[in-house]
T-cell receptor, first 112, second 115 residues
């Protein structure tokens, strides 16, 4: 069974204080690893897809990296508007059914 | 990415009543839509995969007769919670998958509260 573990559960940063969120995973045949941002009371917002170890993607202050066992979401010089819960998910399996498994998320709070 | 809407955004109902939630793909023809449920501080739980023109595929432990899914067109899927009870109170979110890029795009969610 595919598993996704995110750490830490919660993270509090001062504005401008860079840090990283971790997503450890076990999956049978990785088809893709996804990062989402979720604001309270809203649906997840897509950020990145990573497909293979060594791949990196960037968007503004966010950078996602991938190894064979984990992914990191690096946040550089965060701002208060980056406060949200960040979800990691993996898609595994072969054939026609490729289920996506989500982690429980890291709740990020950026303090001005 | 695809734009997905849900209606209503929140609903309060009495125990024993049925509630229908609509999920629309506004700019994307979705042959497949997904329904998730989310509890506070918990992961998104896949309930079922909705296939246009055919029966939905339910995840293990999800009652088919309790959560009725209809995917009537390439842009609309509905989830009906039948004879709702307080334990059905939750945040329900739908999504569509872009097969070209293998990415899922989510709707804004529907908060269901059963009294």
């Amino acid at each position: 069974e595919d598993q996704v573990t995110q750490s830490p559960e919660a993270l509090r940063l001062q504005e401008g204080e860079s840090s990283s969120l971790n997503c450890s995973y076990t999956v049978s045949g990785l088809r893709g690893l996804f990062w989402y941002r979720q604001d309270p009371g809203k649906g997840p917002e897509f950020l990145f897809t990573l497909y293979s170890a060594g791949e990196e993607k960037e968007k503004e202050r966010l950078k996602a990296t991938l190894t064979k066992k984990e992914s990191f979401l690096h946040i550089t010089a965060p701002k208060p508007e980056d406060s949200a819960t960040y979800l990691c998910a993996v898609q595994g399996g072969s054939g026609g059914y490729q289920k996506v498994t989500f982690g429980t998320g890291t709740k990020l709070q950026v303090i001005p | 990415g695809a734009v997905v809407s849900q209606h209503p955004s929140w609903v309060i109902c009495k125990s024993g009543t049925s509630v229908k939630i609509e999920c629309r793909s506004l700019d994307f023809q979705a042959t497949t839509m997904f329904w998730y449920r989310q509890f506070p501080k918990k992961s998104l739980m896949l309930m079922a995969t909705s296939n246009e023109g055919s029966k939905a595929t339910y995840e293990q432990g999800v009652e088919k007769d309790k959560f009725l899914i209809n995917h009537a067109s390439l842009t609309l899927s509905t989830l009906t919670v039948t004879s709702a009870h307080p334990e059905d109170s939750s945040f329900y979110i739908c999504s569509v998958r872009d097969r070209a890029y293998n990415e899922q795009f989510f709707g804004p969610g529907t908060r269901l509260t059963v009294l």
